[in-house]
C-alpha cells in the first residue's frame, strides 16, 4: 500500500511538474475573417508538435496601419504581445524604435534553418542592417477577379479576352453598362498603405520613395493619378468601402475587382453561383506592369520577457508558422503566396495546378518589388494624406489631377524627415 500511495505520489508531482513547465505565448495578427480560417489549420499542426506551448490570440488587428499603431502604443504601455504580424511595408520603424528583436540569435542556434527554404527575395523584406527582423508569413500581388458569368455579358467568355490595360477595363465597363450592369467594377484604391497608387508607380517602374522624397510630383506620378481618373470616371465606379466591395463581388453584383490576391479564399468560400477567374494585374500598356509592389505580412519577435524558455517557445511559434507546414496552410486557405520554397515547391507541388485561381499571383512573382513605407514619425499621418486625396478622385471632389498631385505632394513631404 505504501509503495501504491508513493507512485501516485510521484505520478501526481510529475504531472505538477509537466503542468508548469506548459509555456504561454501572446501573439497578434491582423484581418481575422482572412486569417482566422489559417491559424485554425495550422494550430493543431503546432499543438501536436509542441504540446507544452499554449499560443494565446489577442484581438485581430483591423488593419496593417492599425496593427502599427497599436503596437507603439503597446511599447509605451509595456504590453506587448510576444510575436507579432506586421505589414511588410510597417516593419521598418519597430526596428528603428527597438521593439522589433533580432532573429539572428535565434537563427544561428537552427542547423536545417537554411533548408526550410525561405526565398531569398522574400527574406530581404524583413532584413534590416544586414540582421533578419521579419520572417515574411504571407506575401500577395494585385490580381485581377472576374465573374465571367458577368463578363459574358461584353462578350467575354474565355480568360485570353480579358482586359490586359487599363484602358481595356474602362471599354470593358462600357459595354457592361450597355448590358445593365450598374457596377461593372471596382479598383481598390483604398486598399492598406496606399498599395494601388504605389501598383500604378511601379507599373511603369518608378518607386513611390526614394531616400526621403516622395516621388508623385514627377512624370510617372501624374500618370498614375490620371489613370485613376480614368478608370474611376470611366467605369463610374462607386464609392464604396472595400469589405463591402468585396461582399458585392462575391454576391455576384460586380464584374470586375481588382484587388490582393489574399482575398481569395474568403471569396471562393462566399461566392455565388457563378465562374470566377482571376488574371494578371493589368498594365498601362499591352505588355503588362513593369513591377508590382509585394503586400503581405511578416512574424516579428517583440516579447519584453527576460526568461529565454519563453523567447525560445516565441521563436518555435515565429518559425513554424513560417515555414513548412505552417506556409503551406497560407496558401491552402487563402489567396497569399508562401514566402518558402519549401511550402511552394514540395508541400503545394500539385497544389496550383488543381487551383488555377491563386497560381496567378505566383506568375507574378517576377515582378516582386518593395512595398514602401513613407520614413520617419510621420508615415501613417503621410498614408492618410495620400489617402484622402485618391478619395477625392473617385468622390469627385478633385478633377485637376496636376493641382492634386501638387497637393498632395507638397503635404506628404512636409511630414517627411528632410534630407536623403
Known amino acids: 500500500m505504501k509503495k501504491c500511495l508513493t507512485a501516485i505520489a510521484f505520478l501526481l508531482a510529475a504531472g505538477t511538474a509537466n503542468a508548469e513547465e506548459k509555456i504561454t505565448i501572446e501573439f497578434a495578427y491582423p484581418y481575422s475573417h482572412l486569417f482566422d480560417v489559417t491559424y485554425e489549420k495550422i ?10 506551448i499554449e499560443v494565446k490570440m ?13 503596437i507603439l502604443r503597446e511599447a509605451v504601455a509595456g504590453e506587448l504581445p510576444d510575436v507579432t504580424m506586421q ?20 537563427i544561428v542556434r537552427e542547423e536545417d534553418f537554411a533548408k526550410d527554404g525561405y526565398h531569398d527575395a522574400m527574406l530581404k523584406l524583413g532584413t534590416f542592417n544586414n540582421e533578419v527582423h521579419g520572417l515574411p ?33 474602362v471599354a470593358t465597363c462600357g459595354k457592361l453598362r450597355e448590358a445593365g450592369v450598374k457596377n461593372p467594377m471596382f479598383w481598390g484604391w483604398n486598399i ?17 520613395m526614394e531616400g526621403n522624397e516622395f516621388q508623385l510630383a514627377s512624370d510617372e506620378g501624374l500618370t498614375a493619378l490620371n489613370t485613376m481618373k480614368s478608370i474611376f470616371r470611366g467605369c463610374e465606379m462607386q464609392n464604396i468601402e472595400w469589405k463591402a466591395a468585396l461582399a458585392s463581388f462575391s454576391a455576384g453584383e460586380i464584374g470586375m475587382m481588382f484587388w490582393s490576391t489574399s482575398a481569395l479564399g474568403a471569396v471562393e468560400r462566399s461566392k455565388g453561383d457563378f465562374e470566377l477567374k ?22 516579428m519577435l517583440v516579447s519584453t520577457s527576460d526568461d529565454p524558455k519563453e ?30 520554397k519549401a511550402a511552394n515547391e514540395v508541400i503545394l507541388a500539385d497544389f496550383y495546378k488543381e487551383n488555377p485561381n491563386k497560381e496567378t499571383a505566383v506568375r507574378q512573382l517576377p515582378l516582386l518589388r518593395d512595398w514602401q513605407a513613407y520614413p520617419g514619425d510621420n508615415g501613417l499621418a503621410a498614408t492618410q494624406v495620400i489617402y484622402d486625396g485618391l478619395e477625392g478622385i473617385v468622390t469627385g471632389e478633385y478633377d485637376d489631377m496636376n493641382e492634386l498631385q501638387e497637393q498632395i505632394s507638397e503635404e506628404v513631404q512636409d511630414l517627411l524627415p528632410s534630407g536623403n
Open 43 to 52: 494550430m493543431p499542426l503546432f499543438n501536436e508538435k509542441y504540446p507544452n
Open 278 to 299: 482571376t488574371n494578371e494585374f493589368p498594365g498601362l500598356e499591352a505588355t503588362g506592369p513593369k513591377g508590382l509592389p509585394a503586400g503581405g505580412n511578416a512574424a
Open 192 to 208: 492598406t498603405g496606399n498599395w494601388f497608387l504605389q501598383a500604378l508607380m511601379w507599373s511603369q517602374d518608378k518607386p513611390t
Open 87 to 106: 505589414g511588410l511595408n510597417r516593419q521598418a520603424i519597430l526596428v528603428e524604435k527597438g521593439i522589433a528583436k533580432s532573429l539572428e540569435p535565434f
Open 137 to 169: 508569413f504571407s506575401v500577395s500581388l494585385p490580381v485581377g477577379y472576374y465573374n465571367m458569368d458577368v463578363m459574358a455579358k461584353a462578350g467575354i467568355t474565355s480568360a485570353d479576352q480579358l482586359p490586359k490595360t487599363w484602358d481595356e477595363v
Open 311 to 340: 523567447l525560445d517557445a516565441a521563436w518555435k511559434w515565429l518559425k513554424f508558422i513560417t515555414s513548412g507546414q505552417g506556409a503551406a496552410e497560407v496558401a491552402r486557405t487563402t489567396g497569399y503566396m508562401p514566402p518558402n
Open 58 to 70: 489577442r484581438a485581430a488587428y483591423e488593419s496593417y496601419e492599425d496593427a502599427s499603431n497599436t
